[in-house]
Every structure is written in C-alpha cells, then in structure tokens.
Nanobody, 122 residues
Framework: QVQLVESGGGLVQPGGSLRLSCAASGSIFSINAMGWYRQSPGKQRELVATIPSGGSTKYADSVKGRFTISRDYAKNTVYLQIDTLTPEDTAVYYC????????????????WGQGTQVTVSS
C-alpha cells in the first residue's frame, strides 16, 4: 500500500499564504504524478495542480499565478505554496498520487490523502 500524510492546512486571512505538504511512503515502485485537488461544500472535487514525473506542471485557471506546486523526488513529497488566498479558496485540499507498487510495477493506481482543511476568513 501507499500511505499519504498531508500537513499545512489551517485558518488564514484573505491575502495570506499557506504551504501544504504531502509525503508518500510504502511499497512504492514508481510515482507517475503527484498533485492536489480540493473540494468545497456542495461542490465536486476539482483539480488544483499536478506535477508529473519528468513533465510539466498543470494548474487550474482559478489558481494560476497564486499557487505553486513542487516536488522533492528524493523524499516522495509534493508541496503546494498558496499565496494571495481568497475566501473562494476555502476547501478541503486532497493530495493525489499516481503510483505503482513493488508488487505490481506495471499497474499504476490513484492514491488519496485524508485531506487538509484550508479556511480563508477575516
């Protein structure tokens, strides 16, 4: 199995910043991509940003210029720097990893973190 541990959420005022982290561990053979999604009450989960192994980053239009995704390949960790937060960014943020396990190196699967709450309010 692959375990994901997220951290970094919290309450922040509009215009503030946060940095989310997600560390992957377990019997990992390879990681194809790491990313972040978010879900607000009453809305579907949506892509925020992804960073594939060896590929280009992708961002939702609503966060371009304010959010920055990065990876530490040695630590199997993905980060999301969130700047200039607005109340519309309030959501539960979920880490997503597409990875293969040592026992099944040819079968990539999606893995999800438990979610971390980000609340933007004055």
């Amino acid at each position: 199995q692959v375990q994901l541990v997220e951290s970094g959420g919290g309450l922040v005022q509009p215009g503030g910043s946060l940095r989310l982290s997600c560390a992957a561990s377990g019997s990992i053979f390879s990681i194809n991509a790491m990313g972040w999604y978010r879900q607000s009450p009453g809305k579907q989960r949506e892509l925020v940003a992804t960073i594939p192994s060896g590929g280009s980053t992708k961002y939702a239009d609503s966060v371009k210029g304010r959010f920055t995704i990065s990876r530490d390949y040695a630590k199997n960790t993905v980060y999301l720097q969130i700047d200039t937060l607005t109340p519309e960014d309030t959501a539960v943020y979920y880490c997503n990893v597409v990875a293969t396990m040592i026992s099944r190196p040819a079968t990539p699967r999606d893995y999800w973190g438990q979610g971390t709450q980000v609340t933007v309010s004055s």
